[in-house]
């Protein structure tokens, strides 16, 4: 099976730019997780989706928001971009049935960048 | 809240030798998963084993086990016969035993083998 694939990889942006980053699970798993990956505050959780819905959301202000398609894709979006939000976001994605047997399987990552 | 404690930031460990890596946790429920993730530098995220806290055997790997200690809110991942290909980054995690994918991560250890 092919991994959990994040797409673009790289992204450079201004400060009040909004991005989008794109996540396609492994193939079968319904449940898609986000995280933000950065030097001082460490793996910090963003939001999960299972079957096109939100079923769970870390502390992470509005700007912040992400969508889950009937293929289990999902995509986060940031907008009004601040210099804080420079980060490695990882998704992860699992069967998402039950958490006592799921393992979230990570993706590479996007590494952005805000200027 | 649960939080997940990793109190070395830097380890590194002689090529075939033996390295334990430390990990505290704090919840008050009763039902919840331990992992360890690795990170190397390519920045994919792979997880290395996991332990249901209902289960007293500690889990097994291969070259990998841990010393889960409930009582003690404890963790600690201990690596055998260490090679080159083990330098990574390793993360502990925690997560609830429900529909929850809120995984909380603790800072990480730097983990260097030296040949």
């Known amino acids: 099976k092919a991994g959990v694939t994040q797409t673009p990889r790289y992204l450079i942006k201004t400060r009040g730019q909004q991005v989008t980053l794109s996540c396609s699970p492994i193939s079968g798993h319904r449940s898609v997780s986000w995280y933000q990956q950065t030097p001082g505050q460490g793996l910090q959780f963003l939001f999960e989706y299972f079957s096109e819905t939100q079923r769970n959301k870390g502390n992470f202000p509005g700007r912040f928001s992400g969508r889950q398609f009937s293929n289990s894709r999902s995509e986060m979006n940031v907008s009004t971009l601040e210099l804080g939000d420079s980060a490695l976001y990882l998704c992860a994605s699992s069967p998402g049935t039950h958490a006592s047997t799921d393992t979230q399987y990570f993706g590479p990552g996007t590494r952005l960048t805000v200027l | 809240a649960q939080t997940v404690t990793q109190s070395q930031p830097e380890m590194s460990v002689q090529e075939a030798e033996t390295v334990t890596l430390s990990c505290t946790y704090d919840?008050?429920?009763?039902?919840?998963?331990l992992f360890w993730y690795k990170q190397p530098p390519s920045r994919q995220m792979i997880l290395v084993i996991r332990?249901?806290?209902?289960?007293?055997q500690n889990a097994t790997e291969n070259r990998f086990s841990v010393n889960f200690q409930k009582a003690a809110k404890s963790f600690s991942l201990k690596i055998s016969d260490s090679q080159l290909g083990d330098t990574a980054m390793y993360f502990c995690a925690f997560i609830l035993g429900s529909y929850n994918n809120d995984m909380r991560f603790g800072a990480g250890t730097r983990l260097t083998v030296k040949p």
């Open positions: 332990q249901e806290a209902y289960k007293q």
């Open positions: 919840t008050s429920e009763s039902n919840y998963y």
